[in-house]
């Protein structure tokens, strides 16, 4: 059996690899190449070689470590939120004895919805014209807030539908996991008194917890690449207070076809999410190499 | 494990918000998508005031919904399979310690990097790609794209569900003279379904509304797809239409959810299988 | 059996696509059937053009008028509707194809000098294309380059500049007219707002392109620009300062909207005044809110300046067509006054004195006289490749003004900085 299981593995793993080897090959050296030029998509002329140029203007460049910072920002206060709201999520639900199949469906539904829709079904909400959370305030007779263009609220206000959107992802992925804990686990816990709490932290969390880090890692991922709200609703504003990474990237590669500037900016992200990753990634290899012998 | 009745209040309680909270931004879109056209402007009242499927109609009749669904139906069940097929393929073996290879580590690292690689960029490489080789013309490059970004994504959720897997359960199977892909097919999967719907739904998501390759890649509206669609109807130089925008989403919604609905019967299938609780 | 339920799944899926394949590939078979089987026996093939257009009103005024020339040439017109970035960058990358994709696009005004700059565009005057003086000269002349002066790359398409919209009774309910400088448009707005939860006027501050389009304007009026005539950078002139001191004091007294939200605002009587395109406002003959020119002057005694922003969509045919003459041809027949009159219902906006002028579709969109005078005396944008470039960093600016976060002497100076840098 020994000999076949390798030949086993690469038949097993390789369409998988060929694929996504042959379609990012090129992209990937494609990016790395012309980040250290002046690539201009429009322009007859060759890029020039500029080597380091594109990066130490990227770092110099105050609207870049902005966007970078609120990015940060926004991805940890997202995914923290996220998983916490989709960790309930999942607990509640799978503790529900009745309907959980519709229960299932119905709190998915913010996750199917396409990206655009949901930014502009929120925009009307959050309008300060019509907007229905202005009309609330106003019957406690509170002053109406400008929501989606107040520096102290915009930043928030996309966070809030981030997390509207993405907790049902957590929850359905944990949820996932949690059919696969053994049950009678609980009944011992309970025989030997545990309480909710107790079940909680004593079986719940660790039979689950490489899920958890794994949903953490996806969303912190997707999280990084937050564009379609901010350029619906704030365009980057107030005061840049809602600009990120994807969205400074939109503006080189997509508005202008700064492809020299935008792939530096694009490699910056790359590692920085590489790096948080990264940790994982140490973790896996250890085990594997671990259950070796 | 009885129940108190204080605890079952304060679930009841916290299953209502979470409703609330979920589903007041899609019964808003819903009561919207329904409303005739001019009672869409100025202040919206809570409730609709009018019922009409204006918008609806308009969206078939006008603005080519019909076509996209159908191409957003092929290209996301095409590449869907496809990625499922690959990429449960691979995590399985990337997953299970008794597979060694010298590639294994590499394979590994590959399949995160291409995961956290930004669609933004690499769209255009892409393109560059698929225009050489003449391909642009038809949903291949969509679909293979679509295929990049499932794949990585199975692979690395489901590298978790088959450790979780008790190995015991393969070896003594193995030792029972089950060959490789017995294991695979007859002991692992089942017991990975949860997963798998999981993934499948979430995958079916991505590609569903998926937006940033596939209006990069479209040559044609023949070829266009819900999201883009979609786009096409709220642009910085003319007014929201709200009633389209609206129905496009509950239009968009409609398929997803069936798939959901179908996919979730697998949801608790792992558990029904009694050789987990071992 | 757990393995088949899978593999159902998986054959489900692909099942689905195969069948919507099926059923997708019906209706365009049914549509080349139909040419075809008459291609078939006459031996030449219908020529293929497509057209990058902006999605919305445009595809659908271009669809309305197609059948007559596909027929009477022998050829499919395909158009291809999109966001306006998505089109300026698929217009951009397919214009390195050596075949083009695209035969002709449309182009937003500001995108002009970079898409004549590097080649994106065909020049027409060197095809043989003689200028039409029945353009709008304003319109016309962003079509050439270099600006006004040089061969002609795109005709304009759509007519568009910006106009002052207001709310006839709330500016009745002050006894106040029509403002013809800013200095009226601030006292009415001051009489006005948070009179019975009214607004005075409305800002359209969103961060990026809304926010300098609706600040311009003023700038403008006060004598103010962001380049001079020798291309230094002025956005920190005192004019520049005095009209940002003018567009704070409107917020002030006023309110800080989204373009749905200004347009429904003015135009159910909940705000006064505002400025914006006039194609948010009129749809078919009717508009929602009273319009005039957007004011010139600072004051009563000051002098007027032209201050409206024109934002024609141009439409020209890709430098890679493989259908140059036919192309040209399109390009003709989409912006002849006969087309601009026939769409004229599906929402088409002149760039022709003659069809602004006609007086039977002048009886029916009352705007179009106002719209040609708002245009003979709009102004461009910088005329400059890097103008987006430049149009963030500035937004970004202003955008830190009007939050509060920079005062206006450090937001412009450092908006100066930002716009010297890119082109330096």
């Keep these: ?293 | ?278 | 059996m757990f393995k088949r339920s899978l593999a159902l799944l998986l054959s489900g899926l692909m099942l689905t696509g195969a069948m919507a394949g099926c059923g997708g590939s019906k209706p365009s078979e049914q549509d080349t059937g139909a040419a075809g089987s008459d291609s078939a026996q006459s031996t030449t093939d219908p020529i293929k053009l497509t057209i990058a257009a902006r999605g919305g009103t445009h595809v659908d005024v271009i669809n309305s008028v197609l059948p007559a020339f596909e027929s009477e040439n022998n050829c499919k017109v395909e158009v291809l509707g999109l966001e306006a970035d998505d089109l300026k960058q698929k217009v951009a990358l397919d214009s390195k194809n050596a075949k083009g994709a695209y035969d002709l696009c449309m182009i937003d005004d500001p995108v002009m000098p970079e898409f004549c700059d590097t080649g994106v565009l065909l020049d027409l005057t060197a095809e043989g294309y003689k200028e039409d003086a029945d353009f709008v000269k304003a319109s016309l002349d962003i079509g050439k380059y270099p600006y006004a002066e040089g061969d002609v790359y795109a005709l304009p398409f759509a007519g568009n500049v910006t106009l002052l919209f207001y709310n006839q009774d709330v500016l009745d309910s002050v006894g106040a007219k029509a403002p013809d400088n800013w200095t009226d448009v601030l006292n009415i707005a001051k009489q006005v707002n948070g009179k019975d939860g009214k607004v005075g006027y409305v800002i359209r501050g969103q961060q990026g392109n809304p926010i300098v389009g609706d600040y311009m304007p003023i700038l403008w009026a006060y004598g103010g620009d962001i380049f001079d005539k020798d291309w230094n950078v002025t956005v920190d002139s005192a004019e520049a300062k005095a009209a940002l001191q003018m567009y704070m004091d409107l917020l002030a007294n006023g309110a800080n909207y989204e373009k749905n939200d200004i347009v429904s605002a003015v135009s159910d009587g909940k705000a006064a005044m505002s400025l914006g395109w006039p194609s948010w406002y009129i749809s078919g003959g009717a508009a929602t809110a009273s319009y005039a020119r957007i004011p010139g002057k600072v004051d009563a005694s000051s002098t007027d300046q032209p201050s409206g922003v024109i934002g024609n969509w141009m439409m020209g045919v890709t430098a890679n067509t493989q259908n140059k003459d036919l192309a040209i041809k399109l390009l003709e027949y989409l912006t002849s006054a006969e087309t601009q009159k026939s769409a004229a219902d599906v929402g088409a906006v002149p760039t022709r004195t003659s069809v602004f002028q006609d007086t039977e579709l002048s009886a029916k969109y009352p705007f179009y006289a106002t719209l040609l005078d708002a245009t003979e005396n709009s102004r461009v944008r910088p005329r400059t490749p890097l103008w987006s470039q430049i149009e963030e960093a500035y937004g970004i600016e202003l955008s830190n003004a009007i939050a509060g976060q920079k005062d206006i002497d450090t937001a412009l100076a450092d908006a100066k900085a930002q716009i010297e840098k890119i082109v330096k």
């Design chain 1, 1 to 293: 059996m020994k000999k076949s299981n390798k030949l086993y593995a690469y038949l097993m793993s390789s369409p998988a690899m060929l694929v996504l080897t042959v379609l990012s090959i090129f992209p990937l050296l494609f990016v790395i190449y012309y980040s250290f030029t002046d690539y201009y998509y429009l322009s007859s002329g060759k890029p020039a070689f500029i080597a380091l140029e594109n990066y130490t203007d990227l770092f110099a460049d105050q609207y870049f470590r902005q966007a970078l910072w609120n990015t940060v920002k926004f991805t940890v206060l997202a995914v923290f939120f996220e998983v916490l709201v989709g960790l309930g999520m999942a607990v509640l639900i799978n503790s529900v004895k009745h309907h959980q199949k519709l229960l299932r469906t119905v709190t998915l539904l913010p996750d199917l919805l396409p990206p655009v829709t949901v930014a502009l079904m929120w925009q009307i909400m959050f309008s300060n014209n019509y907007g229905l959370f202005n009309n609330i305030l106003g019957l406690f007779g509170l002053d109406p807030v400008n929501w989606l263009q107040d520096v102290g609220t915009a930043f928030y206000c996309i966070l809030v539908i981030d997390i509207w959107q993405y907790a049902p992802f957590v929850f359905l992925l944990l949820y996932a996991a949690l059919q696969s804990v053994p049950q009678d686990q609980y009944e011992a816990a309970a025989i030997d008194g545990a309480n909710a709490w107790q079940r909680f932290t004593r079986i719940t969390l660790p039979s689950i917890s490489k899920n958890i880090i794994m949903v953490v890692l996806l969303r912190v991922i997707d999280t990084f690449r937050l564009f379609d709200k901010v350029n619906i609703l704030t365009k980057g504003g107030p005061a840049n207070s809602t600009a990120t990474i994807t969205q400074y990237i939109y503006q080189y590669v997509v508005k202008r076809n700064q492809i020299g500037y935008g792939s530096a900016a694009t490699v910056i992200m790359t590692v920085i999410v590489l790096i948080l990753a990264c940790g994982y990634i140490r973790e896996n290899f250890r085990k594997n190499s671990a259950q070796k012998g």
């Design chain 2, 1 to 278: 494990m009885k129940e108190s009745t204080g605890s079952k209040a304060a679930k009841g309680v916290t299953l209502a918000i979470l409703l609330i909270w979920t589903l007041f931004p899609i019964y808003w879109m819903f009561s919207l998508a329904i409303r005739k056209g001019d009672e869409l402007t100025g202040a919206l009242s809570f409730l609709p005031h009018s019922f009409s499927m204006e918008h609806f109609i308009d969206l078939f009749e006008n603005k080519g919904f019909g076509t996209a669904l159908v191409n957003s139906l092929q290209v996301t069940c095409i590449s869907l399979a496809i990625s499922l097929v690959f990429g449960l393929c691979c995590a399985y073996i990337l997953a299970r310690a008794r597979f060694q290879f010298k590639m294994k580590g590499p394979e590994l690292f590959w399949v995160l990097l291409i995961r956290v690689l930004p669609p933004i960029a690499f769209a255009l490489p892409l393109y560059i790609m698929f225009s050489n080789a003449g391909m642009l013309s038809t949903k291949v490059p969509i679909i293979l794209a679509h295929c990049l970004i499932n794949v990585p994504f199975i692979i690395w959720f489901m590298i978790t569900f088959f450790e979780n897997l008790p190995v015991s359960v393969e070896e003594s199977a193995a030792v029972d003279g089950a060959t490789e892909s017995q294991l695979f097919g007859r002991i692992v999967l089942p017991q990975v379904l949860p997963g798998i719907a999981a993934v499948g739904i979430l995958s079916f998501m991505t590609s569903w509304n998926e937006y940033l390759y596939g209006v990069i890649f479209v040559q044609s509206p023949s070829n266009f797809t819900i999201p883009l669609t979609l786009a096409t109807l709220n642009s910085e130089q003319e007014l929201a239409q709200w009633g389209n925008i609206a129905a496009g989403g509950i239009v968009s919604l409609i398929p997803i959810a069936i798939f959901v609905m179908i996919a979730q019967n697998f949801l608790i299938a792992g558990l029904s299988n009694g050789a987990v609780k071992e």
